[in-house]
Nanobody, 125 residues
Framework: VQLQACGGGLVQAGGSLRLSCAAS????????GRWFRQAPGKEREFVAA????????YYADSVKGRFRISRDNAKNTMFLQMDSLKPEDTAEYYC???????????????????WGKGTQVTVSS
């Protein structure tokens, strides 16, 4: 599967952004979806996970209650709605996919089989 993320930009603290990840190739619902982010000088970190059918989600503690991951398998697209953004959310955001369709496992960068190019999110204070 090929992934393409978009939707990043510059936003003030407290604002919102919605990232999209378009998938092509095999039917997207066969893959578990993930979002990761990487700030300058830091390691890539897990943000959110969604099951293949979109009925189960999981979030990093740092974004829980502010971010929401979703997917539209009919359109082969995954989303990350980001609200109440903070300057510490500034990072390059990456969508990823894994053959594991759940959310309990495979929440590390090394466990992803497919990656999209990143999209930059910058939150100003």
């Amino acid at each position: 599967v090929q992934l393409q993320a978009c939707g990043g930009g510059l936003v003030q603290a407290g604002g919102s952004l919605r990232l999209s990840c378009a998938a092509s190739g095999r039917p997207f619902m066969t893959y578990g979806g993930r979002w990761f982010r990487q700030a300058p000088g830091k390691e890539r970190e897990f943000v959110a996970a969604i099951s293949g059918r979109g009925d189960i989600t999981y979030y990093a503690d740092s974004v829980k209650g502010r971010f929401r991951i979703s997917r539209d398998n009919a359109k082969n697209t995954m989303f990350l709605q980001m609200d109440s953004l903070k300057p510490e959310d500034t990072a390059e955001y990456y969508c990823a996919a894994t053959h594991y369709s759940g959310t309990t496992l495979r929440r590390t960068p090394s466990s992803m089989e497919y990656w999209g190019k990143g999209t930059q999110v910058t939150v100003s204070s």
